[in-house]
Protein backbone atom coordinates (compact mmCIF):
# COMPACT_ATOMS: atom_id res chain seq x y z
CA UNK A 1 0.00 0.00 0.00
CA UNK A 2 1.44 3.75 -0.97
CA UNK A 3 2.67 5.38 2.00
CA UNK A 4 -0.16 8.19 1.78
CA UNK A 5 -2.57 6.55 1.48
CA UNK A 6 -1.75 4.26 4.31
CA UNK A 7 -1.43 7.49 6.91
CA UNK A 8 -5.30 8.30 5.28
CA UNK A 9 -6.64 4.52 6.52
CA UNK A 10 -4.71 4.53 9.92
CA UNK A 11 -5.75 8.43 10.09
CA UNK A 12 -2.87 9.58 11.52
CA UNK A 13 -3.38 12.24 8.86
CA UNK A 14 -6.79 13.04 8.39
CA UNK A 15 -6.79 13.58 4.26
CA UNK A 16 -4.38 12.11 1.71
CA UNK A 17 -3.58 15.18 -0.04
CA UNK A 18 -2.04 16.71 3.58
CA UNK A 19 -0.32 13.17 3.46
CA UNK A 20 0.95 13.55 -0.05
CA UNK A 21 2.07 17.38 0.93
CA UNK A 22 3.68 15.79 4.20
CA UNK A 23 5.87 13.28 2.13
CA UNK A 24 6.61 16.16 -0.44
CA UNK A 25 8.16 18.05 2.25
CA UNK A 26 9.83 15.97 3.84
CA UNK A 27 8.20 15.88 7.12
CA UNK A 28 7.61 11.66 6.82
CA UNK A 29 10.29 9.80 7.66
CA UNK A 30 10.57 6.02 6.79
CA UNK A 31 13.06 3.36 9.26
CA UNK A 32 14.96 7.21 9.44
CA UNK A 33 14.92 8.07 5.72
CA UNK A 34 12.57 10.76 3.70
CA UNK A 35 10.10 8.83 2.43
CA UNK A 36 7.66 9.88 -1.43
CA UNK A 37 4.31 9.56 -0.97
CA UNK A 38 4.54 6.35 -3.46
CA UNK A 39 6.92 4.38 -0.92
CA UNK A 40 5.29 0.81 -0.21
CA UNK A 41 4.65 0.59 3.21
CA UNK A 42 5.44 -2.67 4.77
CA UNK A 43 5.02 -4.29 8.36
CA UNK A 44 7.95 -4.02 10.92
CA UNK A 45 8.94 0.00 8.75
CA UNK A 46 9.20 2.89 11.79
CA UNK A 47 7.64 5.90 10.75
CA UNK A 48 8.14 9.43 12.18
CA UNK A 49 5.46 11.85 11.26
CA UNK A 50 5.96 15.73 12.20
CA UNK A 51 3.50 17.99 11.27
CA UNK A 52 3.85 21.26 13.04
CA UNK A 53 5.48 21.27 16.88
CA UNK A 54 4.17 17.86 17.40
CA UNK A 55 6.34 14.68 16.41
CA UNK A 56 4.84 10.87 16.19
CA UNK A 57 7.19 7.86 15.92
CA UNK A 58 5.45 4.49 15.03
CA UNK A 59 5.94 1.26 13.98
CA UNK A 60 3.48 -0.29 11.10
CA UNK A 61 1.75 -3.51 12.96
CA UNK A 62 -0.47 -4.15 9.60
CA UNK A 63 -1.41 -3.35 6.19
CA UNK A 64 -4.99 -3.13 5.30
CA UNK A 65 -6.81 -1.70 2.65
CA UNK A 66 -9.90 -0.52 4.26
CA UNK A 67 -10.10 -0.01 8.76
CA UNK A 68 -12.95 1.04 10.55
CA UNK A 69 -12.56 3.83 12.82
CA UNK A 70 -12.07 1.45 15.75
CA UNK A 71 -9.50 -0.36 14.39
CA UNK A 72 -7.61 1.69 12.79
CA UNK A 73 -5.40 2.52 15.55
CA UNK A 74 -4.52 -1.38 15.62
CA UNK A 75 -2.65 -0.61 12.67
CA UNK A 76 0.58 1.04 14.22
CA UNK A 77 1.98 1.16 17.49
CA UNK A 78 3.11 4.78 18.85
CA UNK A 79 6.51 4.56 19.88
CA UNK A 80 7.10 7.84 21.17
CA UNK A 81 5.04 11.29 20.87
CA UNK A 82 6.49 15.32 21.10
Known amino acids: ?3 DKYLKVSRLIKRRT ?12 ING ?6 YD ?3 GDIM ?4 GSRS ?3 EVL ?3 EYATKDSASTM ?6 Q
Open 33 to 38: KPARAS
Open 18 to 29: VANEACDAGRVL
Open 56 to 58: IKA
Open 62 to 64: TVT
Open 41 to 43: VKV
Open 76 to 81: YKVISE
Open 48 to 51: EIQM
Open 1 to 3: MRL
